[in-house]
């Protein structure tokens, strides 16, 4: 009972302080406007100055105070720890304590580099060295205004105005009975957020774990897949995020126990009214579908029945992905600093491949729901897609050439590109001049390149050697794909026949079939002029080729 109440209390002392701090802003505002001339300006400058150095000489001093147990057993960094503390009695200008400081801290990061420290040590000077500076925005602004209200008394009398009124505004009567009158406007404590679909549908919500004790554990359900499931809270205009907010802290034990706000209601009458008010955020008594949610028409065995279904996304189990992706990308974590620095770590990574944001509100994300709010409004997909299609070699038995459609298919792209510069070049009556024939050469390359890649497939594998023996692929071919075929006549004939050379005739007549076109006449002096460019090329991949033929076979024998 005492832990609820002070649950309700500290709700409006924290929203009171928020009203103060947006009126605090409110005040400070035209006077840190840069394009007016305040007559504070420059006083709030100096405050502004004063109060950083301040608050960032106590989060030193914090630092220290941790560096003086770190440091106990280390006599130097010990002293110079101790020496930065001194200066906190030397220096009355926070200014400059605050620049001497930040000197002291340099020289102290330098020694514990050079100390012999035990790692662990040094991973946890950095750790505290790392720390971020958290300002409390509400004090400083305070303190800022008391400071101008000694020099302009009307700001005095603002800021008693602002505290008034957000007092005013949380008188705790008032504030309770509007809740509970707009209580039906908010679903609280919900796993299912109909928003999340559409931002401006009116459907309903739904607490998915009131099935938990039903359902079955090996089926992929929101209450299966998370141990714990953070609730959301959703409501139907922004306005009344807060009423979901204080009965999402407390709501539930004021429909157990409605005693909780009998030190705020005027009588039993409107302590019991509150009651059945708040139950409508949590039980709402009619479901319902919109116009802007999706519906899914799920036929049952008879021709003429069907269940409507509405599907709804899941914002538990969306935050709970969202919380485990973002934890898994910190780069601060020990696995990822290990994992950047190549360092070994005990740590395991964890990571998340191609992963989309789908945007649920581009600008309001609390508008939808609290859990939203905090996820910025990114709703985090996970790639469900099929396995990409990877083709296997396979042995070219029952092909009757390599240099055939299937082939061009694959230099399909290079091909073209030399189709169409031979194209342009009769087009325009152009002389192939150098630049052209470089051009020329530049696209055979790449085909060949496509051409010896397959090659190199076939050749890779060492599993179906011999295989051309069952092949109808020409005699040439067949000493090209196959070099290691275990048969002697095959190997001598291979040594002593000059196959390259039929080879490379097969290659320069299938470039020719492959950009065959009606406006080109390819014959003999092309095929000659391919050759003559693809001879080299072939004599280069032949010797690579060898080269690592023999160096498996030294493997293998060792």
């Known amino acids: 009972m005492e832990k609820a109440q002070k649950i309700i209390e500290d709700f409006f002392a924290e929203k009171i302080q928020d009203s103060v701090s947006a009126g605090y802003e409110e005040i400070l505002k035209p006077v840190r406007d840069k394009k007016k001339n305040h007559k504070h300006k420059e006083q709030l400058e100096k405050y502004t100055k004063e109060e950083d150095a301040l608050e960032s000489n106590q989060w030193v001093r914090k630092k220290l105070d941790s560096l003086v147990v770190l440091f106990s057993n280390h006599e130097k960094l010990s002293e110079l720890v101790k020496k930065s503390i001194a200066l906190y009695q030397d220096n009355s200008d926070p200014n400059e304590l605050k620049t001497n400081l930040a000197t002291q801290f340099k020289i102290l990061k330098k ?93 309903s919500n739904i607490d998915a774990t009131v099935f938990e004790n039903n359902s079955l554990k090996n089926l992929i359900v929101t209450v299966n897949c998370a141990k714990e499931i953070t609730k959301d809270f959703a409501y139907s205009s922004a306005a009344y995020a807060k009423i979901a907010e204080f009965l999402h802290l407390i709501g539930n034990d004021i429909c157990i126990m409605p005693a909780l706000l009998k030190p705020y209601a005027q009588d039993e009458n409107q302590l019991q009214e509150w009651q059945e008010q708040f139950r409508l955020a949590f039980i709402e008594r009619n479901k319902s579908s919109h116009i802007l949610a999706k519906q899914v028409y799920f036929p049952l065995t008879s021709a003429t029945d069907y269940h409507l279904v509405m599907p709804l996304i899941s914002s538990s189990l969306t935050q709970v992905i969202y919380d485990r992706i973002w934890e898994a990308r910190r780069k601060d974590t020990p696995a990822n600093k290990a994992r950047t620095e190549e360092t070994f770590s005990l740590e395991v990574v964890r990571s998340f491949h191609r992963t989309a944001v789908l945007k649920a509100t581009q600008t309001n994300h609390q508008n939808v729901s609290n859990l939203n709010g905090k996820r910025l409004g990114q709703l985090i997909l996970l790639p469900a897609i099929p396995p990409q299609w990877q083709t296997q070699a396979k042995p070219p038995i029952h092909l009757k050439t390599l240099f055939n459609k299937q082939l061009a298919t694959q230099a399909k792209e290079p091909l073209t ?20 024939k470089r051009l020329i050469r530049s696209h055979l390359i790449e085909i060949a390149d496509v051409v010896f890649d397959y090659a190199a497939q076939i050749q890779g594998l060492k599993q179906h050697t011999g295989w051309s023996q069952a092949s109808q692929l020409p005699l040439h071919q067949q000493y090209w794909l196959d070099p290691l075929r275990p048969d002697e006549e095959f190997q001598s004939t291979r040594a002593t026949l000059d196959w390259p050379s039929d080879l490379v005739v097969d290659f320069s007549k299938w470039i020719n079939r492959s950009i065959k076109h009606k406006q080109l006449t390819l014959g003999i002096t092309h095929e000659k002029q391919w050759q003559k460019l693809l001879a080299p090329l072939l004599r280069e991949f032949n010797a690579l080729a060898e080269a690592d033929s023999e160096i498996s076979v030294v493997e293998e024998e060792a």
């Open 111 to 203: 020694e514990v580099g050079k100390s012999q420290l035990p790692e662990r040590d040094k991973k946890a000077f950095e750790e505290i060295n790392a720390d971020k500076l958290q300002s409390d925005k509400f004090e400083k602004n305070k303190r800022l205004l008391e400071k101008l209200a000694e020099i302009d008394s009307e700001i005095t009398n603002t800021m008693i105005e602002v505290k008034n009124l957000a007092e005013a505004e949380y008188q705790r009567n008032s504030w309770i009975n509007h809740a509970a009158q707009k209580a039906s406007e908010v679903s609280v404590r919900m796993t299912h957020i109909a928003k999340l679909t559409h931002s401006s549908t009116k459907a």
């Open 417 to 436: 590109e030399l189709k169409n510069l031979l194209l342009a070049i009769k087009a325009n009556k152009l002389s192939v001049n150098l630049q052209r």
